[in-house]
């Protein structure tokens, strides 16, 4: 349990971070090594899935301790059940809100991502009060060492103890196997339980927010009057065909969502940066994304030096060798490295040297 959280939250953190870095952190964030949000952000959701049969089991050990009498004894018993309550309680909501939305299920009146983050940060000082609270307990088993175990054992509990671990050890493994492939794609063909499987949607790859759901269909259809937008020191506007004229480049990068689902794809079309230069932008000028959607969270983006003069960040017109469909990001979407899906701007509009 205590490896699940502490994982679950420094990959949360990455996870954070890499799409809200604070200002002055922008151009550093790193556009290497091309999977780390891939792989921090599927160990992430693996530790969060893995973390909930691991909560039951625990709560289901320690609920007698509920009704204890009287209910408080002394100032550090009283520390430690409002310690218990706190930790409880944010254990049981970052855990059932965070699986709820690797399903896109919303069932709650507020925002998820800054409540899920705010209730991770209430979960962790709760578990170090409970810690410090539980210090001389813990002290005192690890000096007993293998005599407390024997103690434990002498009680009754080994047998029992040791298939309650072994449950628990099958379930961990069964809906971990069962999920996460749809991130680990070598097991993919057990992805049994996961919301997403790697190989499902157009072109071979998944799709969160569909060209229909964000209301851009009329606009892609319109695509002979569509512009890309170059606004910069020395501005300019392109078409379709003017940007498949320019060089092309082909990278391999993956979409790797928030929710935990992940895939490679190749994707063919102009580096950013050959647009920045041609509108002027200096060496360490950022950049700012519009879509075509009118409203949408994911409606902008921005992205920091690094990314934008990075060679594999493209503004991508093909996917595995193909136009891009409309539900891909038609006619033109971004793909750079290291980047949460959130990101990854599709149906581009305008580009914007900053
Ligand atoms: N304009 C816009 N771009 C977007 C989104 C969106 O809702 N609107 N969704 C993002 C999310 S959450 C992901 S995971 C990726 C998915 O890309 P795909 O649908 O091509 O697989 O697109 C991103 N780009
Ligand atoms: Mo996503």
Not at 184 to 199: G, Q, V
Request: aromatic share 8%; glycine share 8%; proline share 8%.
């Amino acid at each position: 349990m205590g490896v699940a959280v502490a994982v679950c939250f420094a990959t949360g953190l990455v996870s954070h971070y890499l799409q809200h870095p604070p200002g002055w952190a922008v151009d550093i964030a790193p556009s290497r090594p091309v999977w780390g949000y891939r792989f921090s952000q599927g160990l992430h959701v693996a530790s969060g899935i893995a973390a909930i049969p691991l909560l039951l089991v625990k709560l289901w050990a320690v609920y007698p301790r509920l009704f204890v009498w009287p209910p408080v004894r002394s100032v550090r018993h009283a520390l430690e059940r409002a310690s218990v309550a706190v930790l409880v309680g944010a254990a049981t909501f970052q855990l059932f809100s965070g699986l709820l939305n690797t399903v896109q299920w919303y069932p709650w009146p507020f925002s998820f991502v800054p409540v899920h983050f705010a209730v991770a940060w209430l979960l962790v000082g709760a578990l170090v009060l409970h810690l410090a609270v539980k210090w001389p307990d813990i002290r005192a088993h690890w000096r007993r060492g293998a005599e407390a175990t024997a103690a434990l054992s002498a009680e009754g509990a080994g047998p029992d103890r040791r298939s309650l671990l072994l449950g628990l050890a099958a379930a961990v493994g069964a809906v971990t196997v069962t999920t996460v492939g749809q991130s680990f794609t070598p097991l993919k063909s057990l992805d049994l339980l996961a919301p997403r499987h790697p190989d499902h949607g157009p072109q071979d790859l998944p799709v969160n927010r569909t060209a229909a759901a964000a209301g851009v269909l009329p606009a892609v259809r319109a695509v002979a009057d569509w512009r890309l937008e170059v606004a910069g020191p020395r501005p300019f506007r392109l078409s379709l065909d003017e940007l498949r004229a320019l060089p092309q480049t082909e990278v391999e990068l993956p979409i790797a969502c928030v929710e935990g689902w992940s895939k490679n794809a190749r994707w063919t079309g102009v580096r950013i940066k050959d647009l920045l230069e041609r509108a002027g932008a200096p060496p360490g000028a950022r950049l700012r994304v519009e879509s075509l959607e009118v409203r949408g969270t994911y409606r902008v983006m921005e992205m920091g030096s690094e990314y934008a003069h990075d060679p594999l960040t493209l503004l991508a017109l093909a996917l595995n060798g193909q136009v891009l469909s409309a539900d891909h990001g038609y006619p033109a979407r971004i793909i750079a490295p290291n980047r949460p899906g959130v990101l990854q701007t599709k149906w581009v509009a305008r580009l914007e040297v900053r």
